[in-house]
């Protein structure tokens, strides 16, 4: 009798292998789990699904695209008319009650960060650009990308000089002289004037009429290193308000500074030009 549970016992052993057996080739309705301790673990297949969403570095061009708030369309320009009078008309801000503000840049021979031709591009922000015609002879293709982007060249003079109290040959020479190298490079001519440090007096208003100028454009705000500076105590941009920064190696801070305080006032980012008619209307 004891030799039966030993008979037994011997008898499970091959049905117990032969189920095991069956587990590996028919085809997975018994699944075994196996692992090795010698032997390195497959590696698994590359993965299907979406990788996690990784955001843009800090201070990369991705990053300030990213940043840039969301606005609403332009309203349809309904330009300002300018006065038919032998001089050109003087503006702090374009007077208009329609919900834009508008980006100007200064100067160009300081600086020219080289990303922002592309953010102006991938962002699209509507840029004035008021040219020393030096620094624009000099560094053509950089403003010509800018242009390309939807921005306008327009004038500086060409040293950058304090016109106001100068002789009238003298304002001519420095605004005539800008225009007609602006033109040359670009291929159009200046329509909007700004005055070196904004000094200027009749004269000047004056002689940019006889250049070409319609309008001479002041400021309402400026920006520097990354901070809107008001010239207001309300610290706010209006409507019609005209922000000034200028090409220097913080630019790029400075453009999405200017564009976040201009969505802030319920704004839209325009282009100066659109708004302000210098032609006569036609009939």
């Known amino acids: 009798m004891s030799a039966t549970p030993a008979r037994r016992i011997l008898a499970v052993v091959p049905v117990l292998a ?75 801000r374009l007077p208009t009650d329609q919900k834009v503000a508008f980006i100007t840049i200064d100067d160009g021979g300081l600086a020219r960060p080289p990303a922002v031709p592309d953010f102006i591009e991938r962002a699209h922000i509507p840029v004035t650009m008021f040219l020393n015609s030096p620094a624009a002879r000099e560094h053509t293709d950089y403003f010509r990308r800018i242009v390309a982007a939807g921005g306008v060249v327009e004038n500086h003079t060409i040293t950058h000089t304090s016109l106001s109290g100068r002789s009238y040959d003298y304002q001519k020479r420095e605004i005539c002289g800008a225009a007609d190298t602006l033109e040359t490079l670009f291929g159009t001519r200046a329509t909007l004037f700004r005055p070196p440090f904004g000094n200027h007096d009749a004269t000047t208003l004056r002689a940019a009429h006889d250049c070409g100028a319609k309008a001479v454009f002041h400021w309402t705000e400026t920006v520097h290193e990354g901070k809107v500076r008001y010239q207001t105590p309300e610290k706010v941009v209006r409507p019609g308000d005209v922000l000034l920064m200028h090409f220097r190696p913080a630019l790029m801070d400075d453009l999405l500074a200017a564009l976040k305080a201009i969505h802030r006032a319920g704004l839209t980012p325009a282009l100066l030009e659109d708004y302000v008619l210098t032609e006569a209307p036609t009939t």
């Open 18 to 92: 032969l189920l095991a057996l069956s587990a590996c080739t028919a085809g997975g309705t018994i699944h075994a789990r196996q692992i090795t301790a010698k032997q390195p673990t497959p590696s698994a297949p590359p993965s299907t699904s979406p990788s996690p969403t990784v955001k843009p570095t800090p201070g990369s061009l991705d990053w300030y695209v990213s940043q840039v708030p969301t606005f609403p369309e332009a309203p349809p320009p309904q330009p300002v008319p300018l006065p038919a009078t032998g001089a050109a008309q003087f503006w702090h």
